[in-house]
């Protein structure tokens, strides 16, 4: 009986084809896994943060005026410069009824923190 090599060396040659085709399959999903979160990581990075100060106060106020001033400084100094953080202040300027209004503005933008 005479032994089929050829067949033999075909389906070997089948074999390694899918293996190596299995391989690349791992190392694509495993680049993308790996790279996934650096392209989070970026796109986070790119979107302007929202930050909402809420004050019972006037905005005319020098002392609210200074606080929000150097509110923004100390962001800037921690690495929010102003291209990376937008600062939204609402004021009810003593007026029960509109720091409800001014709260849901506030809220309507969605921002990423209030601080009251």
Known sequence: ME???ASETRTLALAANEQMRRREF?????GAAILSPVAVVAEE???K????????GSGTDPEWQSFVAGFTERLRRLG???DRVAVHARFSDAEPGRLEKEAAELVARSPDVIVV
């Open 3 to 5: 032994k089929c090599y």
């Open 26 to 30: 791992v190392f694509l999903i495993g």
């Open 45 to 47: 990075h790119a979107r």
């Open 49 to 56: 943060r929202q930050v909402g100060l809420l004050s019972v």
């Open 80 to 82: 929010w410069p102003e």
